[in-house]
Each structure stands twice: as C-alpha cells, then as structure tokens.
C-alpha cells in the first residue's frame, strides 16, 4: 500500500467502493462514496440474478462513470478479485483475447471490460482495505451496498 501525504491526497478524487450480494448468485448491490476536498457523493445501485464479485466490480464501473473530466484519483476496495483483476490480470487477458492463462474465458468478462475504459480515462492508484476493520468509509460503502439491495429490488 502507497501512502501519500495528506497535502497530496487533498488533490486527488478519492472513492471507497463495496458490493453485496443476498444470496451468490441472487439479488445485489454496490455502493459507493466520493469525496474531494470537502465534497462527498454517495451512490447505490442494485441487481437481481448476479453475484457478489458482479457487484464489486460495478461499484467501480459506476464511481468513475461519475466523473466527468480526467481525474487523479485514489480507489479503495476490499475486493481481492477486483484489486487482482484490475492491477494484475487484465493485461494478460487483453493479450490473450480475454482469455485466463488456462484459455478458460475471462468471468464477468463484459463488466471488466467497461472497468477497463472507465480507467483509463483516470489516473488512478488502486489500495486494498481490509473490509469490516472499522474504516468509516468503507463501512459507508458497505451500508449502501446492502440498501441498495433491499431498497431497489
């Protein structure tokens, strides 16, 4: 994990994103928060028939889709699979045609490729957070990951 200085941090977009799933596969959710200086912005969304790494990765599809403009910014998940996906393996299955090392097709293949435009439009450091450890931001995300789910399905 990088730290930077809060003088640092204070210029880039910083983001907090969680999925839920009730049931997996079965109804989801993802959440989010967005914060820049003294501005924060929640969003939720949520799904029938999809999984908890589904909505991991939507979490982050539909944070960056909020911003407008090319942006530094910092992402936080408590997602392996998305950590993984996005800083180790995606490459590797671009160059393979979205295909694993095994030639296997890439799961949740369609969504990893809308993760892949909406980041490169950004530039983006990617930390990994423990979930459930007591970040007040992370459980913000993970409230509204689970809302969304029971609110809008």
């Not at 109804?27 to 912005?41: C, N, R, S, V």
């Not at 790494?53 to 936080?76: D, F, G, P, T, W």
């Not at 990893?112 to 990994?128: A, G, M, P, Y």
Request: glycine letters at 8%; a positive charge.
């Amino acid at each position: 994990m990088t730290t930077n200085s809060p003088q640092t941090d204070s210029q880039k977009i910083i983001i907090y994103t969680d999925g839920a799933c009730s049931g997996n596969p079965g109804d989801g959710g993802w959440g989010a928060i967005l914060m820049f200086k003294e501005h924060q912005k929640q969003i939720s969304g949520s799904q029938k028939d999809t999984t908890n790494n589904q909505m991991e990765i939507k979490a982050v599809i539909e944070s960056l889709k909020v911003i407008k403009k090319s942006s530094e910014i910092i992402i936080y998940t408590d997602s392996k699979y998305v950590m993984d996906g996005i800083t180790k393996w995606i490459n590797g299955w671009k160059i393979n045609g979205w295909k694993t090392a095994d030639k296997k097709p890439v799961k949740n293949c369609e969504l990893w490729r809308q993760l892949d435009i909406e980041v490169n439009k950004h530039s983006i450091e990617w930390r990994w957070i423990k979930g459930h450890s007591g970040n007040k931001y992370n459980e913000i995300a993970d409230n509204l990951a689970r809302e969304a789910i029971f609110k809008n399905i």
